[in-house]
């Protein structure tokens, strides 16, 4: 099982341009989340996805971010109109189930991580 | 929103060790996970443990829900053990939407 595979892993923009970062969850898993790491703020939800669908979306600037997660494909993250503050290492996690309470199923694995550099 | 407090926020530790670190949150939750990031960003999930108490070789994990907080002990420590470790936790209903705790930074020397 290749885990939670994230690309790029280090991705460098100047002001102004578009970020996309991509994750792959782990076989089997149909539950997708992408948290954010900023300095000094610590993780942060963004976006939780599942097929075709976000779930909620309560965690994700209002402006500039997008997310999807296509019936083929890998989840992806975009960021358009770069900014610097919009640097951070942004993660992709995944579970096999939403998360209810008593079921192991729902522990979450994250991925290696996108460190976005914004010049 | 809930709030996550771990404590403490630094611990140095000499090889061999043991330590306990501790997760306060301030509702109730259905959903608590920790968490280490070692020192190259990698986040490993050690504990789904919403109740109860659980152990994975030198690592164990408490959580009293009806007293809200959740402990994690970490025996015989290991310069491999360094990083920083987080506790994350949801409502119900929140499934892995999780608010995490600001971290204990452990270092582990020789």
């Known amino acids: 099982n290749a885990g939670v595979m994230q690309n790029p892993r280090h991705l460098v923009r100047r002001r102004g341009q578009e970020a996309r970062l991509r994750c792959s969850p782990m076989k089997g898993h149909s539950h997708v989340y992408w948290y954010r790491q900023l300095p000094e703020e610590g993780l942060k939800f963004m976006v939780y996805?599942?097929?075709?669908?976000?779930?909620?979306e309560s965690g994700m600037p209002k402006e500039r971010f997008s997310a999807e997660f296509p019936k083929e494909g890998p989840s992806i993250l975009r960021i358009q109109q770069v900014v610097r503050g919009d640097s951070a290492a942004y993660f992709c996690?995944?579970?096999?189930?939403?998360?209810?309470?008593?079921?192991?199923?729902?522990?979450?694995?994250f991925g290696a991580g996108s460190r976005l550099t914004v010049l | 929103g809930i709030q996550v407090e771990q404590s403490p926020p630094d611990l140095i530790l000499q090889e061999g060790a043991n330590s306990t670190l501790r997760c306060n949150f301030s509702?109730?939750?259905?959903?608590l996970q920790w968490f280490h990031q070692n020192p190259w960003g990698q986040l490993i999930n050690l504990f789904y443990?919403?109740?109860g108490t659980k152990q994975n070789g030198r690592l164990s994990a408490t959580t009293v829900a009806t007293e809200r907080y959740s402990l994690l002990y970490i025996s015989s420590s290991q310069t491999t053990d360094s990083g920083v470790y987080f506790c994350?936790?949801?409502?119900?209903?929140?499934?892995?939407?999780?608010?995490f705790g600001t971290g204990t930074q452990l270092k582990v020397e020789l």
């Open positions: 443990i919403p109740s």
């Open positions: 996690a995944s579970s096999p189930t939403r998360g209810s309470m008593g079921s192991g199923a729902n522990v979450l694995t």
């Open positions: 509702d109730s939750v259905n959903n």
């Open positions: 996805l599942q097929k075709e669908n976000i779930i909620d």
């Open positions: 994350a936790v949801a409502k119900g209903g929140g499934g892995n939407k999780l608010t």
